[in-house]
């Protein structure tokens, strides 16, 4: 959760330029990872459409960054983690989405210390992703 607003202070998606910047975000982010084969890994564990995979990042992320929790009035409780279970994720894949969001935010411009800073977030989270035998949080190796 991206959150250190104090009272009267613009949220992360106000910074970032609010929904349609957001929309335009998670577009370029999957548009990348469906044409650049830096990203074909994580690519195959999409399904062959990412429509509703945009919606759903679309909807967590407008309220991780602060703005409007879209994503439970669709898709119920947002359990991140337990969601991705079912996708074998380690360093190598935490990091191909890293730089795929990485790209995405360079690609659209946002101002380069608050992309640092989302960068920041998104690593964290990123990285309470992994799940692959030997390859979890916390652990060594
Ligand atoms: C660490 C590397 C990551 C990989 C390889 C990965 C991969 C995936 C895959 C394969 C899906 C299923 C696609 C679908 O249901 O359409 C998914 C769903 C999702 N991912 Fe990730 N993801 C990663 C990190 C993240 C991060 C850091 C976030 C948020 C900051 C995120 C947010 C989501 C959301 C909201 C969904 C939809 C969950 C659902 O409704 O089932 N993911 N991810």
């Known amino acids: 959760m991206v959150d250190a607003r104090g009272p009267g202070e613009p949220t992360a998606l106000d910074l970032l330029g609010g929904d349609a910047a957001l929309q335009a975000l998670v577009g370029r982010f999957y548009a990348l990872m469906d044409q650049d084969p830096a990203y074909a890994e994580i690519r195959r564990l999409h399904p062959p459409s990412l429509e509703v995979s ?82 979890m949080p916390g652990m060594p190796g």
């Not at 407008?62 to 669709?74: A, D, F, Q, T, V």
């Not at 992309?115 to 990285?127: C, N, P, V």
Request: charged share 25%.
């Open 54 to 135: 945009a919606d759903k990042l679309y909807r967590f992320l407008s309220g991780w960054l602060g703005g409007p929790p879209l994503y439970p009035e669709r898709y119920g409780p947002p359990m991140l983690r337990a969601r991705h279970l079912p996708y074998p994720i380690g360093a190598r894949e935490r990091d191909q989405w890293l730089a795929c969001m990485r790209q995405a935010m360079a690609d659209l411009g946002v101002p380069a210390a608050l992309a640092a800073a989302l960068e920041q977030a998104f690593a964290r989270t990123a990285d309470w992703m992994r799940n692959k035998p030997g390859d």
